[in-house]
């Protein structure tokens, strides 16, 4: 059948098929028709059907450039106002295929923001960010509390994008103070500071009185940026009398780098809180002394601490650096909670950058060597703990070549470089690093190259078959990485450097 043909027989199912043909007859007309046909498919926009209506505004989104203009806007605009939220979705769609630019379908655009339909709010947000404008300020203001992720975050970006304009902005400040609580959350986390001067006495009230928890979180969170001594007060004064875990939490993270002794009572009276008691154990942290330094030694040896509570005491305990931190967080290392782990190895991570005592140091390396697999995204985090401990060097060198994970191995090797730490074995590392010139991981090829540079600085000696080891750095010159031909280049260079010498 012929093109002709075909859009004759959509034109005769138009006027005498059911209602399921006139509407396929409508995006079949869309699809091959010309700009004589718009007129047709205008008809079928005012059918009585729904399904027809819906085809009529696939077939104008189809048809392309509409010939009819005016007409043509009108009805996509009617049919943006549909009582079905399927035509209502096929119209909103067609006028974006259009390119329709007019004030009528910008205020349709505006006004479906507001529509029950998810997809039609989705739909008229994208329209009316592609057209560069916010459309019904209030109405866009409104989605902030929008249960739907895909509703409100679009409408957040699409207010940050057109922030500058006086009536975002004063809609925004409107909503903080008085919006729905999921508009008044988003709103409140993006006021602006000159807003939050001006609208601070409703703040300050909210901070207590606020009709959810949510909101005040929120509140605390704009509060915490204004620098206003009586802000602060107020912000403590709150603490002190939250009975809500959720804003508790809130509060003490706001509040707990501060080390104010005002933390103390409150982080000690949420402790045992399964949500608060990681910002409350944070905050002991952050204020030290003695009650602190007992609280927190009790949590790292009370078996009934909640996995959470215990990671955080362990990082907070670390940081103190407590004469005692290293026997209480190596024991942690073997939690079965993977977040333990973490807290007492960030623990001894901060311990780390003041120097572990020399009775401690033996300790740290077996406990981290054994448990340097343990989590891939925290080997750095242990590598860092580990540089410059010449106690774990021999476990490295048995580490090397036994494990299979690619990240431990570069690890192992760069904390064999000579350059972190050395012993009686380094001058015989080298026949070890050299292997690991080919291994099929680049972090690992790098890290080799880079110790054996340093090696060769270190010890001050030029390798047997040193030719060979020449060939193999220079072969590297080929290699994929910038990182390793850099890192061979500069192992070449120490060993003429050694040989001028």
Known sequence: MTTDHQIAFFLRELETGDTW???AAAKGLGKLGGTEHAAVLLRAAADSAPEVREGAAVGLGRLGVPPAGAAVVQALCALMDDVDPWVRRQASLASVRLGLRDREVVDGYARLLGDPDYHLRINALEALRELGVPGDVPALVRLLGDPAHGIWGRARAMIFEFGKDPDIQAEVARAALWGADGARVHALLMLSDQHTDRLLPSLLKDLTDGPSAEVRCAVAFRLARVKHPETRDALFAALAAERDPAVARQLLFLLGRSGDQRLLGPA????????????????????????????????????????????????????????????????????????????????????????FRPWERAAVARGLVARLGVAPTLVGVAERVLTGLAEALPGMRELVDRTTSPMVRAAALSLLDPHNATDAGTPHDLPLLVRHLDDGNLWVRQAAAEA??????????????EERLRERLAALDSDPSAHVREAAAEALRALDDCRNT
Not at 452 to 465: C, R
């Open 452 to 465: 054996i540079a340093h090696w060769v600085e270190e010890t001050g000696t030029l390798p047997a078959g």
């Open 268 to 355: 000690s009276r949420w402790l045992s809180e399964e949500r608060a008691g990681p910002s409350a154990a944070a905050a002991l942290g952050a204020v030290g002394g003695k009650t602190a330094t007992r609280l927190l030694r009790t949590l790292l040896t009370d078996p009934a601490t909640t996995p959470p509570t215990l990671a955080a005491a362990a990082k907070a305990y670390g940081e103190m650096g407590r004469w005692d931190a290293v026997w209480l967080l190596l024991p942690l290392l073997d939690h079965a909670a993977a977040e333990v782990y973490e807290g007492a190895l960030r623990g001894l991570d901060a311990m780390a950058d003041t120097g």
């Open 21 to 23: 043909r006139r509407a």
